[in-house]
């Protein structure tokens, strides 16, 4: 009888243990699932420069950019690592060329108020840009910054989940800021506009 009792309680424990512990690890299943994950952005870019010194002297590039986002931790932080080039030719009635290349890093922000499949995101991010061609090489031969000057890409965007492994880019806008030095300001205001496809990890 007491056998009997004891075989009762022990098995009635197991029987608590695996379902706590199947309970747990269905948490941790669901949970790990809905955990912000890296992802990878392989986008066609845009953008809209007035690197020329007088007026708006605009221009247009076009180009590639990629970005690589690692989440911190659980948060809707992510930290941020962006490449853009892009490139013109035929500037101004001299038909200057310019291929102004990027590299940013910093911190992205998925904004709470996703809508389905929708997430919008904000972020900032500085490095340092690259500039070449006869634009910075004849016009502008004070640009000795070309190399390495400055460069600030402030914006957001806005991500459809087609899948677990993919999304579509819908639109991401940056203003996006270069301290090439142009004999004036050194200063150019950029306007870049991207859309493309993100892989998640």
Request: hydrophobic fraction near 45%.
């Given at each position: 009888m007491?056998?009997?009792l ?14 706590t ?8 299943k ?6 912000p ?8 870019s ?13 221009f ?44 940013t ?7 709470p ?10 972020q900032?991010?500085v ?7 006869s ?23 806005l ?14 806008a ?10 004036s ?17």
């Amino acid at each position: 009888m007491r056998i009997t009792l004891i075989g009762k309680a022990a098995f009635l424990f197991v029987v608590l243990v695996v379902s706590t512990a199947l309970s747990c690890a269905q948490t941790v299943k669901g949970s790990a699932k809905n955990l912000p994950r890296p992802d990878l952005a392989v986008d066609y870019s845009y953008v809209h420069s007035n690197a020329p010194v007088g007026g708006c002297g605009c221009f247009n590039l076009n180009g590639g950019s990629s970005a690589f986002a690692w989440p911190i931790g659980a948060s809707r932080f992510a930290l941020v690592g962006d490449i853009t080039a892009a490139r013109a030719g035929g500037i101004s009635s001299s038909k200057y060329s310019l291929t102004l290349s990027t590299y940013t890093a910093g911190v992205r922000y998925l904004l709470p108020f996703n809508i389905g499949p929708l997430q919008p995101f904000g972020q900032a991010l500085v490095g340092v840009a690259h500039s070449s061609g006869s634009l910075v090489q004849g016009q502008y031969s004070p640009a000795s910054n070309a190399a390495a000057a400055f460069a600030a890409n402030v914006g957001g965007g806005l991500d459809l989940h087609a899948s677990r492994r993919f999304s579509l880019r819908l639109v991401e806008a940056d203003y996006l800021a270069t301290g090439v030095n142009n004999g004036s300001n050194n200063h150019q205001n950029n306007l870049r506009i991207s859309s493309g496809v993100v892989v998640h990890f």
